[in-house]
């Protein structure tokens, strides 16, 4: 459930006419609902009652200052995967004790602007990595908290780049070299083992995949128990999916994901946290463009847009679907009208749907694509030029520009010309 709805004719976040956005602030921006992001949190947040629990939004799906300051003063912590991320919760008032880092990468600068900026726990994917972190906070006197990922190699059964949990894919240790790796981390200085992670993938829309991770990482628990590491804590990483249609999608809601953690995992007698991404961000924001022509050619019409794959990248890059909708609510019964819905930028892929039914718009008419919350704004670039697209946070009656657009001058004044030019 989202907080885009039509109301009077008009499309609205919550009780502001997305028009009213659009007058002031121009085309392309994001929009994002305070009411959905703060839904879909405490959905997750509940779906662990009962247990030790701590969400720690995978904040690279949407990372403005004012999405992390709002989710945080809901109770959420931060799922860091660079020194960047870590700045930037920092920033916006979350504190280190609730801060995870992730990721596969992670240099040694990185390691220690976390170390001493404090963090919760650094979820380390590789012994070379480990090596590194041992050294950095030997060398600066810390003790640098711990889980390792284990790559339980189960099918995510998700979109190729976005599947995480294979053995052929980059992430994490192979599950079966599990022991060894944490014998290693015991005797490593710097370093306190307290728990195990996991994370499989990305838009997952069933939850067999979570159960098989969740299990090896229940058995792996007792196992490592067994070797004498106090094992405390379970990342169980993100992934749950969202309805990009409205019709034949249905992922698992969060409560039957907290269930299955509770199956799974909840005998353990763990803090658990979980890093979801996409449904905290995902349907809480939409992309709002104007549609600067409509063209004829040859057996379809180009609706042609001033949002481009530069403002959202997806449907380039995944072959995702996003639901686009008229601003101005059709009326009932009109007869849909086949688009193929582009955007202005100079390439082919600049594509975001073909053969799309949705009611007849005309030049100059608003559209929105639904579900753009997630993965949308932060995978923006000025491909072409293109002043990197506005974000704007509603709340109830209000809105504010959460991240203006910039001038094509301090665009261009970014560079700088060496002076033998
Ligand atoms: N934790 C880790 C370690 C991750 O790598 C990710 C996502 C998450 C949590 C959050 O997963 P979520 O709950 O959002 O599914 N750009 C792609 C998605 C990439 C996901 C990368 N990792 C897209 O637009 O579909």
Same mark, same amino acid.
């Given at each position: 459930?989202?907080?885009?709805?039509?109301k009077d004719?008009?499309l609205h976040?919550?009780?502001v006419?997305?028009?009213?956005?659009?007058?002031e602030?121009?085309?392309?921006?994001? %929009?994002?609902?305070?009411?959905?992001?703060?839904?879909?949190?405490?959905l997750?947040?509940?779906a662990?009652?009962?247990?030790?629990?701590?969400? %720690?939004?995978?904040?690279?799906?949407?990372?403005?200052?004012?999405?992390?300051?709002?989710?945080?003063?809901?109770?959420?912590?931060?799922?860091v995967?660079?020194?960047?991320?870590?700045?930037?919760a920092k920033?916006?008032?979350v504190?280190?004790?609730r801060?995870v880092?992730?990721?596969?990468?992670?240099?040694?600068?990185?390691?220690?602007?976390?170390?001493e900026?404090g963090?919760?726990?650094?979820?380390?994917? /590789?012994?070379?990595?480990?090596?590194?972190?041992?050294?950095?906070? /030997?060398?600066?006197?810390?003790?640098?908290?711990?889980?390792?990922?284990?790559?339980?190699?189960?099918d995510?059964?998700?979109?190729?780049?976005?599947?995480?949990?294979?053995?052929?894919?980059?992430f994490?240790?192979?599950?079966a070299?599990a022991?060894?790796?944490?014998?290693?981390?015991?005797?490593?200085?710097g370093?306190?083992?307290?728990?195990?992670?996991?994370?499989?993938?990305?838009?997952l829309?069933?939850?067999?995949?979570?159960?098989?991770?969740?299990?090896?990482?229940?058995?792996?628990t007792?196992?490592?128990?067994?070797?004498?590491?106090?094992?405390?804590?379970?990342?169980?990483?993100?992934?749950l999916?969202?309805?990009?249609t409205?019709?034949?999608?249905?992922?698992?809601?969060?409560?039957?994901y907290?269930?299955?953690?509770?199956?799974?995992?909840?005998?353990?007698?763990?803090?658990?946290?979980?890093?979801?991404?996409?449904?905290?961000?995902?349907?809480?924001?939409?992309?709002?463009?104007?549609?600067?022509?409509?063209?004829?050619?040859?057996?379809?019409?180009?609706?042609?847009?001033?949002?481009?794959?530069?403002?959202l990248?997806?449907?380039?890059?995944y072959?995702?679907?996003h639901?686009?909708?008229?601003?101005?609510?059709?009326?009932?019964?009109?007869e849909q009208?086949?688009y193929?819905?582009v955007?202005?930028? %100079?390439?082919?892929?600049?594509?975001?749907?073909?053969?799309?039914?949705?009611?007849?718009?005309?030049?100059g008419?608003?559209v929105?694509?639904?579900?753009?919350?997630?993965?949308?704004a932060?995978m923006?670039?000025e491909?072409?030029?293109?002043?990197?697209?506005?974000?704007?946070l509603?709340?109830?009656?209000?809105?504010?520009?959460?991240?203006p657009?910039?001038?094509?001058?301090?665009m261009?004044?970014?560079?700088?010309?060496?002076e033998?030019?």
């Amino acid at each position: 459930m989202d907080h885009f709805l039509y109301k009077d004719g008009a499309l609205h976040a919550e009780d502001v006419p997305v028009a009213d956005i659009a007058a002031e602030v121009g085309t392309p921006f994001y %929009c994002y609902s305070t009411a959905t992001l703060t839904r879909h949190f405490r959905l997750f947040d509940e779906a662990l009652d009962g247990i030790p629990h701590l969400v %720690c939004y995978a904040m690279k799906a949407a990372s403005n200052q004012a999405i992390l300051k709002t989710l945080a003063q809901a109770g959420a912590g931060m799922d860091v995967v660079s020194g960047g991320e870590y700045l930037r919760a920092k920033a916006a008032g979350v504190p280190g004790n609730r801060i995870v880092f992730s990721g596969v990468g992670k240099t040694r600068d990185e390691m220690r602007v976390a170390l001493e900026g404090g963090i919760r726990q650094f979820n380390v994917e /590789s012994e070379p990595e480990m090596q590194a972190l041992s050294e950095v906070a /030997s060398s600066f006197g810390f003790e640098a908290p711990i889980t390792v990922r284990v790559n339980p190699d189960v099918d995510a059964k998700t979109h190729a780049k976005i599947a995480t949990g294979k053995s052929e894919n980059k992430f994490g240790i192979p599950i079966a070299r599990a022991r060894e790796v944490y014998a290693e981390a015991a005797r490593l200085p710097g370093l306190k083992v307290i728990g195990i992670d996991v994370h499989i993938g990305s838009q997952l829309t069933e939850l067999e995949p979570f159960r098989l991770a969740y299990q090896k990482v229940a058995e792996l628990t007792e196992v490592l128990r067994a070797d004498g590491h106090e094992i405390t804590r379970l990342d169980l990483g993100g992934g749950l999916g969202i309805p990009y249609t409205r019709s034949n999608e249905a992922p698992p809601l969060p409560v039957e994901y907290g269930e299955l953690i509770k199956e799974t995992v909840g005998h353990l007698d763990c803090e658990i946290e979980i890093e979801p991404g996409r449904l905290v961000a995902g349907n809480a924001g939409i992309l709002v463009t104007k549609v600067i022509y409509v063209k004829s050619g040859e057996g379809r019409d180009f609706l042609i847009l001033d949002g481009a794959m530069n403002d959202l990248i997806r449907p380039a890059m995944y072959e995702a679907y996003h639901d686009i909708i008229p601003v101005t609510e059709p009326r009932p019964g009109v007869e849909q009208a086949k688009y193929d819905i582009v955007g202005p930028v %100079c390439e082919s892929g600049d594509t975001f749907a073909k053969e799309r039914l949705m009611p007849p718009v005309s030049e100059g008419d608003l559209v929105a694509f639904r579900s753009a919350g997630a993965y949308g704004a932060v995978m923006a670039s000025e491909y072409n030029t293109r002043p990197l697209v506005p974000e704007v946070l509603v709340h109830e009656h209000q809105f504010a520009v959460i991240r203006p657009r910039p001038t094509f001058d301090e665009m261009i004044n970014r560079d700088t010309i060496p002076e033998w030019l």
